[in-house]
């Protein structure tokens, strides 16, 4: 037998307050085998959800702040749809949509908001306990004003 290598992710520590993400890797072979636990806290957000309403043609930007990011990654959803997994937004014909990195998150902006930006942005953590801070976006559009029997 060769020397091989099985992860298993994920495995909560059952700590009273399920703030820890459990790692367990066991490596065996002919004559050994070796377990390492790996016990990380799971990140707490810094950042608090936002109800936002932005005039239609403005900036949004929507922050994802965390205590610690270290071996964790973020991932943001609109509308339950991915469209950003780390540093990489995944729809590159987007222009408009982009991330600002800091040391522990992020901030998406979203440059000219029209009415397909209206949406639920739900920014992720990459842990087994379930992390995640929700941001609402509204747009507000300048009403059109005409006027009936036109001269």
Do not use: M
């Amino acid at each position: 037998l060769s020397l091989s290598q099985i992860t298993v992710n994920g495995v909560p520590y059952g700590s009273i307050n399920d703030l820890y993400d459990t790692n367990y890797e066991y490596e065996f072979g002919d004559n050994q085998v070796r377990e390492e636990v790996f016990i990380t806290k799971t990140p707490q957000f810094l950042s608090h959800p936002q109800e936002i309403v932005v005039n239609e043609g403005h900036t949004v930007r929507l922050p994802c702040l965390v205590d610690r990011l270290e071996g964790f990654v973020l991932l943001w959803r609109k509308n339950e749809q991915i469209i950003s997994v780390g540093h990489q937004i995944l729809d590159r014909s987007e222009s408009r949509i982009h991330l600002e990195e800091v040391e522990n998150g992020n901030t998406l902006v979203i440059s000219l908001a029209d009415r397909a930006d209206e949406a639920e942005y739900v920014c992720s953590v990459s842990a087994f306990r379930h992390t995640e801070i929700r941001h609402n976006v509204r747009i507000r559009v300048k009403p059109v004003i005409t006027t009936s029997p036109q001269e």
